[in-house]
């Protein structure tokens, strides 16, 4: 296989795909900003590009920027990671006209389970469970309420377009819902560009389980498992789990089954995560689409043994999917990602400063993924991960042990950490025990 890939991005995603790219024999370019000079990737590749300034605007997100890049480090593919660019139609776009192959799937994916109301119909039509939601929703304060009265409170006010919980506002009466509408549309023009918003159906206490999907726009498609990420604070996950506990195997099966029958029929093409939300009585309802590697896919690659940044690779040049995957893996063993974030444990705002001190833990059974290395910088310019942390086990004790272990064993001084945090969310009775929605993360801080 010879081509070269440029990362656009950042970080820990960085370190990853170049681990696949060289198990692919492929060249790797990577970029950085003036803030990320320092960045513990830029010694693992064969090219770095330096794109200046230092906000994400004038850096990772300045789409002429990594075009020249590209052409630069004659880069023949480029990675987008996670975050930044890697839903964003127009890039995708962009680097085909360039001639380069993006990989990730085509821009009308993008563009189609980018728009979240959009991709509810749009599953919707294949058979997909739903919620309870409205369609978009105009300026009149009247048609909110009368679609939050038809749902039924408590609803949850959602941009249509972007992620990462920003703007993602509960109502519980029409009083709260007025204050939410005008908040939630003035955060998504200023994160994502566009002031569009609806309403789902608030569950109080979900579960957050996502589908793993790999498809080659052929019509074939497969679900390699799925993931609990219901351990968040703030819509934002931080402990991510395969398989899911506590659920019943065959009806998570079949459903991951369906799902990707529905992706495969719909002509979908690379990689993709269909999100959903489980409730005690009524089950699954779709959430949302994403058209990117997530943050936690290594869970994942840990109890299938796929590599899945090398499968989306394959799939990105064209290959069909019985070659890259030649038959379904069976998910064997539990693994557990922890998220290690650069802020007070206690209050959980940013902290920004040099690493005085780094040293990741090596033990058995765990993997260590991150963009710092001792003596550089954390800056308060973007998302304040600082590493991920995988450990896998023949059971889920045996991988929460291990993941203790190594946390408990990651040397970190010049900033503060979560890893109090996500030592005792790992300790907390009910998350050993399995019982994990997306309230817990409340509970385990009043315990």
């Known amino acids: 296989m010879s081509a070269k890939v440029l990362i656009a991005n950042r970080g820990a995603v960085v370190p990853r795909v170049i681990e696949s790219c060289r198990r692919l024999g492929l060249g790797v370019a990577v970029v950085h900003s003036d803030a990320d000079a320092e960045g513990g990737w830029l010694d693992l590749a064969d090219d770095v590009y330096a794109l200046g300034g230092e906000t994400p605007a004038d850096s990772y997100l300045s789409i002429p920027k990594l075009l020249e890049a590209a052409a630069a480090t004659g880069a023949t593919a480029v990675h987008p990671g996670y ?9 995708a776009t962009a680097v085909r006209a360039a001639g380069l192959c993006f990989i990730g799937p085509d821009a009308r994916w993008l563009e189609a389970m980018g728009h979240k109301t959009g991709a509810r119909r749009l599953m919707a039509g294949q058979g997909m469970p739903m919620g309870a939601s409205s369609g978009l929703l105009g300026a009149d304060p009247a048609e909110a309420r009368a679609a ?64 793993q999907i790999l498809a080659d726009g052929r019509g074939g498609a497969v679900c390699l498992s799925e993931r609990d990420c219901s351990l968040q604070r703030r ?7 395969a398989p899911a506990p506590g659920l019943d195997r065959g009806e998570v099966r079949a459903l991951g089954d369906r799902i990707a029958g529905m992706m495969g029929a719909l002509g979908y093409d690379n990689l993709g995560t269909v999100e959903m939300l489980w409730e005690e009585g009524t089950g699954f309802a779709f959430l949302e689409v994403n058209t990117r590697l997530q943050v936690e896919h290594a869970v994942t690659e840990e109890v299938t043994g ?21 038959r379904r893996p069976e998910a064997r ?7 290690i974030y650069a802020e007070d444990p206690v209050r959980f705002l940013p902290s920004a400063g040099r690493l005085t001190r780094f040293a990741p833990p090596v033990a058995e059974a765990v993997r260590v993924y991150t963009g710092y290395r001792e003596g550089g910088r954390v800056t308060p310019f973007y998302d304040p991960l600082v590493a991920k942390v995988i450990a896998r086990g023949a059971t889920r004790d045996e991988a929460l042990d291990r993941l203790d272990a190594a946390l408990a ?14 030592r005792r ?9 399995g019982r994990v929605h997306t309230g817990l993360t409340a509970k385990i801080l009043a315990s």
Do not use: C, W
């Open 148 to 211: 939050a009265d038809a749902i039924g409170y408590p609803v949850l006010v959602k941009p249509a377009q972007g992620g990462g919980g920003i703007g993602m506002l509960a109502a519980r009466d029409a009083a709260e819902l007025d204050k939410a509408l005008e908040r939630a549309r003035t955060m998504a023009a200023r994160s994502f560009g566009s002031a569009e918003i609806y309403l789902e159906r608030l569950m109080e206490r979900p579960r957050h389980v996502e589908f």
């Open 333 to 339: 063993g539990h693994a557990v990602q922890a998220r």
């Open 235 to 241: 819509h934002q996950k931080v402990i991510e789990e």
């Open 83 to 91: 975050g930044f660019l890697s839903e964003n139609p127009a890039f």
């Open 306 to 326: 796929t590599d899945i940044v090398a499968a989306q690779i394959r799939l990105a040049l064209g290959e069909p999917l019985d070659q890259v995957l030649p």
């Open 409 to 422: 064993g990651f040397v970190i001084e010049g900033i503060r950490t979560n890893i109090p945090f996500l």
């Open 425 to 433: 969310a790992i300790g907390h009775p009910a998350f050993r025990a």
